[in-house]
């Protein structure tokens, strides 16, 4: 669920301005997956632009707090959830950890990395969920961990209905500050796509595995 509907059409409006959200109906992106797709989301540019991060921080912490309350730690998914989860963090007081796909062949293996203590509260930071597969194996490990995880945070969510799912089945909230739906919207008002296009990429959104432009 958006958070909020201006401050998911602002946070469309930056990711298309600096490109971190590239839209090619015409030329689509194949991704890791094999999945062909119009959009390619690489919402690691904001980093680079002080006004942005600024701008995502306090919508997260606004989120934070309306959604959850204040958690006892803020987690970030690796790689993406990182830096942004690190400033919230950091603006909120409190403390950040962070987690690994997968636990470390060497030293101390471990899967999340920093102090957390058993019973302590977490809001998981991501930048970006698609299936919400790999962001799910995130909350699992704090779970394990013994954490309370409250929910998660995202910047971008492309909204499959695999990623509601998921996310159901694991009992996590998900919230995000943006949607493909806010961004379709402010792509078209923008003149970023004509609107003739619309059609091909919201069909895109419903079946993105079997999707032919």
Known sequence: MVYDEEC????????????????????????????????????????????????????????????????????????????????????????????????????????????????????????LVSSGKSSLVAVDALREAGAVVKGMAAIFTYGFEVATENFKSYNCKLMTLSDYALLLQEAVDSDYITEDKLDTLKEWRTSPNSWKN
């Not at 989301?41 to 006004?51: A, F, G």
């Not at 959604?67 to 942004?84: F, R, S």
């Not at 989860?85 to 293996?109: M, T």
């Open 8 to 127: 998911g059409l602002k946070v469309a409006e930056f990711l298309l301005k600096i490109k971190a959200v590239k839209l090619q109906p015409d030329e689509p992106f194949t991704w890791a997956s094999g999945w062909k797709s119009p959009i390619y989301c690489d919402n690691r540019k904001t980093l680079s632009y002080p006004e942005i991060r600024t701008y995502l921080r306090q919508r997260f912490v606004d989120l934070i707090l309306d959604t959850y309350g204040k958690p006892d730690v803020i987690a970030g998914v690796a790689t993406g959830g990182i830096a942004i989860g690190a400033l919230v963090a950091q603006e909120l007081g409190l403390p950040f950890v962070y987690v690994r796909a997968s636990s470390k062949s060497h030293g101390l293996n471990n899967q999340i990395e920093g102090d957390l203590r058993e019973g302590q509260s977490v809001v998981v930071i991501e930048d």
